[in-house]
Structure formats: C-alpha cells, structure tokens
C-alpha cells in the first residue's frame, strides 16, 4: 500500500559543507525517509534513495537496469552514458546475461586469494614509490607522488599496460570523469583510450604475456573490442577509485590525528581501517544510478518502469540505522557491509584489489613518514566535487 506524501523533486546536492562529509541536505532528507522525487539534469523526475536499507535493496533487485540508454544523468549532460552504451565490453553498463558473460571471465582474476598473491609486488610497488617521495624531499604532492602511481603500477602490471603510458591514460581518464568536460572532450578522450586499449590487445594477440589482457586473448571467449573495453574499463577503474582514496583516507587520518596515530603505531588496525575509511568518505558519490524495467513499489512509492533512481551511497553508509555514531570516524570500528562497493551483481569486481592496496599504503606511508602533515592550511586543499569519484585533485604534505 502506498502511504507516503510526494514531496516536491529535489536535485542531487554537491556542495559539501566540510570536505569529509556528504551534503547536509542527503542526511536531513534521509532523516524525513530513504526516498524521494529528484529532478534530473534533462529535466527527468525519477527519485534519489538514501537510506542504507533501501539503496541496498534496489542494487540487488534485478528488475532494476544499469543499460545507458535508459538511464538519465543525475548532474551533468547525459553524453557519457551514450558513449558508453557504445562501447563493447563495457560491462558495469550491461545486465544479465551480457554481463554474466562478461564477468564470468573475469572473477577468477580477482578472488582473495589472487589478489593476496600480487601482495609482496604491491609492497614493492608502494615502498618504491615512498623511496622516490623521501628522496625528492618535502614538500609533495601525495596524489602525484604516491596516491595515484601505486593503483596505476599495479593494474598496469596485472593487465599488461606498459606504465609508459600513464600521462596518456590518466589524463583520458581525468577528462572523462569530470562532469564539466564537453561532449566533445568526452567522447574524443574515449576514442583516443580505445584506441591504445585496442593496440595493446592486437600485440597481446602477436605476444602474449603473463596478464590478464593476455589472458582474455587466449580464451576466445570475446571478441577483440570486447577485450579493449572490458580492459579500459579494469584501467580506469583500477586507478582512478584506489587513488582518490588513499589521498583522500590521509587527508582524512591527518585531521584526525588520534585515528593516524593509533593506525601507524597498530598496523594491524589497517584492515578495519580501510572499511572505516572506505564508509565514511564513499567517493562514488553520484551514484549509482538504476532505471526500473517495471513499475516497482519501494517503501510505499511506486517507481514507473522508465524512471531513473540514483542511490546516494554516501548518504546510506552514513545511516544511524545501520551504523552507530554513523557521522564519527573510528577505524576500531568492526567491519559491517558498508555499500562503498556497492551490493548485487554489479558489485565492485576489483575490490579485494583495492583493499590489499590501501591496507598496504596507509600503514607504510605513516611509517615511512612520522611526521607527515599538510603543507597548506587544510581549506586550501581543491577537493573533486566536479568529478564522477570524488577526491582531492591535489594533496601538499611535508614532514
């Protein structure tokens, strides 16, 4: 039975009032209930969750779809989700079966306990990299020196990607990201990553390696331009979530410094340290974003078929229902089911990846550098509200 009031639509709130907090309008919207009517950015009403519960409840719901064509963009112009939609191999925008296939592929690559095999590398990685930020000396830009390199080195290295490219890829991938960029900018970024991605795969074909492109080659089970987006796709992801979070975890640790001190003096403390971190800053912050097949009922709502709903993760993971002092950082805090990897079966593949990356990163920065602070004051540090996974676009330290 529907028995809740429509409230008049509301848009996506950006402007954050402190750089580690969601929007206060998300939590004084989620406090009146976990839904509500949103007005779009074409001019679409669809509805915008915020409570734990529901986002959780929708993200596993198959009659929700996550093909662009039927989605509408929640800020922004909606010319991504039409570059996407042309893209084979793409499979975070497909549904079943199309993205079973797709990521039947794939799983294997990334359970725990292949991902804890590529630990000893991401300890090399990631001590190398702190050699090369102690020796450059103070002050540093973390993102550059250390936040960004380290995801890039390894899903280069897991994938086949040479690094030599990396001013190309994360500069595309910069670009594609950021909600102000033209059409133009957008789909021109695109094509010129796909057209690296798809060089790279027709060596694969001449030279395989020991890596995961190389892999997919040698199954058959997807054609070349399946490869080349599914592999894009691994890319952009791999680095760009991972980074923003480590830079955006040490800004976090540092204007906390009980939390840093406890987690440089307890290493072991990293692993609830990184599910904390990961709750309580949910960079995926403009989304996801379903479209119902059908009509749907949800918390006396009925969703039409055609309807656009953005699921507000940020606003979820910081529910009181579901997480005690939900607003306070404490990296103590017991593991439980945060959606900062989302939930269903579009769940985030690479995560077991990002998680040995940061439980690796933030101790061994901490340790490697003691005394490490912000080198401006800490509303001078440009945070990522312009860009589709939020972050700092620069962090100064020194120590």
């Avoid at 848009?11 to 839904?35: K, V």
């Avoid at 719901?61 to 963009?73: M, V, Y």
């Avoid at 995926?284 to 953005?310: C, F, N």
């Avoid at 690796?360 to 800490?378: I, T």
Wanted: aromatic residues 6%.
């Amino acid at each position: 039975m529907m028995t809740h009031a429509m409230s008049s639509p509301v848009t996506l709130p950006l402007e954050r009032q402190n750089p580690f907090d969601p929007p206060r309008d998300l939590r004084e919207w989620r406090e009146e209930g976990p839904i509500r009517p949103m007005l779009y950015a074409d001019g679409h009403v669809g509805w915008l969750v915020t409570g734990y519960a529901t986002a959780r409840s929708v993200l596993a719901d198959p009659r929700f779809s996550t093909e662009p064509g039927l989605l509408h963009p929640p800020v922004g112009r909606r010319i991504t989700q039409q570059v996407l939609a042309d893209v084979p191999g793409f499979f975070l925008s497909e549904d079943p079966p199309e993205h079973t296939r797709f990521r039947r592929q794939l799983t294997g690559q990334f359970t725990v306990r292949h991902m804890q095999r590529l630990q000893p590398r991401i300890e090399k990685i990631t001590s190398d990299r702190l050699d090369a930020m102690e020796h450059a000396g103070p002050p540093a830009d973390l993102v550059r020196a250390f936040a960004l390199p380290v995801p890039s080195l390894v899903i280069c290295e897991l994938l086949g990607v040479p690094y030599t490219g990396h001013r190309r890829f994360q500069a595309q991938s910069e670009i594609m990201l950021n909600l102000d960029s033209t059409p133009e900018q957008v789909r021109e970024a695109m094509d010129d990553l796909m057209d690296y991605m798809r060089e790279l795969v027709v060596h694969k074909r001449a030279e395989p390696g020991d890596d995961l492109i190389s892999t997919m080659v040698a199954t058959r089970q997807l054609t070349r331009d399946e490869i080349t987006g599914v592999a894009m796709l691994l890319l952009v992801a791999g680095h760009e979530t991972t980074a923003n979070m480590l830079a955006l975890g040490t800004f976090t640790l540092l204007q906390n410094p009980a939390q840093l001190t406890a987690l440089r003096e307890d290493p072991s403390l990293a692993g609830t340290a990184v599910e904390e971190l990961l709750r309580y800053l949910t960079i995926v912050h403009l989304g996801p974003v379903r479209a119902a097949r059908e009509d749907v009922e949800i918390e006396g709502h009925m969703i039409k078929a055609g309807e656009s709903v953005t699921l507000s993760l940020a606003a979820a993971n910081r529910d009181p229902g579901q997480f005690e002092a939900a607003d306070t950082l404490d990296i103590t805090r017991p593991a439980t089911g945060h959606l900062a990897f989302g939930h269903g079966i579009h769940q985030c593949l690479g995560q077991q990846l990002a998680r040995i990356e940061m439980r690796v990163g933030y101790p061994a920065l901490l340790r490697r550098f003691p005394g490490l602070r912000l080198a401006v004051p800490a509303e001078q540090v440009a945070t990522r509200s312009n860009m589709a996974i939020y972050g700092v676009h620069r962090l100064p330290v020194a120590w």
